[in-house]
């Protein structure tokens, strides 16, 4: 059993008032530990605790942050194992996937910032031969970070580390559904004699910590994934103090595959990018969009490939997917399943519960599930699912499939599927989405833009962009006589 605490000004504290919230481990239904369930006392304490920190981590240098933030992605990475078996007991996901993807992505987080920091440029302008002027980018202050539970330390990390790299202190608030490592980060951080009050975090609800967190006056910013309702009550509430507010929201994202594409190597990916992480990643191609000439050869084989794949412990090295993350998104994700059939959807395969023998048999576990013939207005085709289940959807021209793609109020990510690279590029261009992978996906390059359009987010993560998002730019004018 793990008592998390919550981390503030370098120690661990109890919630105020003593109230605290189970931690369940989603592949046995098992209560594994408990967390404070803080409100607004935990995030005064730990803003004026981050205030105080920030005049010396502001001012002293890029040098010395990215050393902090070196040891620290160093001591994770010497503790890659402990972190992963915490991810996979709080989230369900495979043990080998936390292994090889969230933690080694969490310590690449902070070391791309703690790089990125000593390399960082500003721009100046010679006006006339006598007026200089130059952009001085300063940190913002105290800043929030909230994340969600699907990628917990990945996406946490995601944050923090620029927020800290451009010299701001940091209150995180992780999910409450899976706080295990962001509590090993603090005792981390702990460990490595990290600058106190730098970053501090409050554990517990969203309406309780969170909701304290983003309308607090003294902090400057948010930086925010999670779903799009929770996105648009933050952008409201911040926007009351005008914080400057980054979202990375919901995804419908489309899987297109063309007539002439490697059928083999293109349905492949398609289940995976279906049900990886049981399908929770906002970046999970949920449509899987097929020109009509292929459409039964392609169907033939994603329900083989996704047949193949083994749902079980999330330890046993042979899962490739592993439990729900909780038993309220489990409720959740066959209701839609059920809502698809309602509307005429023909389910290939999957679409029921699984039961694992042994120390599972209490655990939240769904057959991947593949379902076609639902009109593509039907929520199937319109709602994120955030499960593993993707609907298989044919089209004739290529126009179809750009308006098919673009046909749901998300607009995050695309992957495409073909061998001409005209159609790449023409396709690319006109899809309404922040990322567009062209014959793979979520191959990932830290400098490049990360972020959605219409309701899947406002703004970019990423490079400088996270850098540029955590500072203000100030300009300098001087005039030489
Ligand atoms: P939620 O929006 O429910 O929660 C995200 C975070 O916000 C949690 O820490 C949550 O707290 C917190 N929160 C909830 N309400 C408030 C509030 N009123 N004020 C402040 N904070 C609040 O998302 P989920 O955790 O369910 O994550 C799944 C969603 O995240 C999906 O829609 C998915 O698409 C999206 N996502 C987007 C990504 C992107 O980059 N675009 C990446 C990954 C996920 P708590 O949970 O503790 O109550």
Redesign the pocket.
């Known amino acids: 059993m793990t008592r998390i605490q919550n981390y503030i000004d370098g120690q661990f504290f109890d919630s105020d008032d003593g109230l605290s919230l189970e931690i369940i481990d989603p592949s046995s239904a098992e209560k594994i530990g408990t967390f404070p369930d803080s409100a607004q006392k935990e995030i005064d304490a730990a803003v004026k605790s981050a205030t105080k920190a920030f005049e010396h981590w502001s001012t002293s240098g890029p040098e010395y942050r990215s050393k902090w933030l070196f040891s620290l992605a160093d001591a994770i990475e010497s503790k890659l194992t402990e972190f992963a078996i915490a991810e996979s007991r709080d989230s369900g996901k495979p043990l080998s996937v936390a292994k090889m993807v969230d933690i080694p992505r969490a310590v690449a987080n902070f070391r791309f910032f703690a790089g990125a920091i000593l390399h960082d440029q500003s721009e100046a302008y010679v006006d006339r031969p006598s007026v200089l002027n130059y952009t001085l980018r300063q940190p913002l202050g105290v800043v929030g970070c909230?994340?969600?539970?699907?990628?917990p330390l990945y996406?946490f990390s995601w944050k923090i580390a620029p927020a800290l790299a451009a010299g701001n202190c940091v209150i995180g608030?992780?999910?409450?559904?899976t706080p295990l490592t962001a509590h090993m980060l603090a005792e981390t951080c702990v460990e490595i004699g990290f600058p106190r009050g730098v970053l501090n975090i409050v554990h517990?609800?969203?309406?309780r910590?969170?909701?304290a967190?983003?309308a607090h006056p003294d902090v400057k910013a948010i930086s925010?994934?999670?779903?799009?309702?929770?996105?648009r009550?933050?952008s409201r509430?911040a926007s009351e103090s005008l914080k400057k507010v980054s979202l990375?929201?919901?995804?419908k994202n489309p899987t297109i595959i063309f007539e002439d594409a490697d059928l083999e190597v293109a349905s492949t990916t398609a289940v995976k990018a279906a049900f990886s992480n049981q399908g929770?990643?906002?970046?999970c191609g949920s449509r899987i969009l097929i020109q009509a000439s292929v459409y039964d050869q392609v169907k033939a084989k994603l329900i083989e490939k996704t047949k193949a794949l083994t749902v079980g412990d999330p330890l046993e090295s042979a899962t490739d997917m592993g439990a729900i993350v909780s038993m309220a998104?489990f409720d959740k994700v066959l209701h839609h399943i059920e809502l698809a059939r309602k509307d005429g959807g023909h389910v290939l395969t999957g679409g029921v519960r699984l039961h694992v023998s042994g120390r599972c048999e209490n655990g939240y576990f769904l057959a991947p599930t593949l379902i076609e013939g639902i009109p593509h207005t039907c929520s199937a085709n319109q709602e994120?699912i955030?499960g593993p289940v993707a609907t298989l959807i044919p089209f004739e021209t290529e126009s179809e499939a750009i308006q098919l793609a673009n046909d749901t109020k998300y607009g995050?990510s695309a992957s495409i599927w073909t061998q001409d690279l005209n159609q790449a590029h023409r396709v690319s261009s006109k899809l309404s989405s922040g990322i567009v992978w062209v014959n793979c996906w979520m191959h990932r390059d830290l400098r490049t833009p990360?972020?959605?359009v219409k309701e899947?987010?406002v703004g970019r993560?990423g490079g400088l962009y996270a850098l540029r998002f955590f500072t203000e730019a100030k300009n300098v004018c001087i005039k030489m006589d």
């Open positions: 909230i994340s969600p539970w699907n990628l996406l608030k992780p999910s409450e559904v517990g609800t969203g309406p910590a969170g909701a967190l983003v925010f994934t999670g779903g799009t309702a929770t996105g009550l933050i509430v990375e929201l919901g995804g929770q990643i906002c970046l998104h994120e955030f995050l990360f972020g959605g899947s987010g993560e």
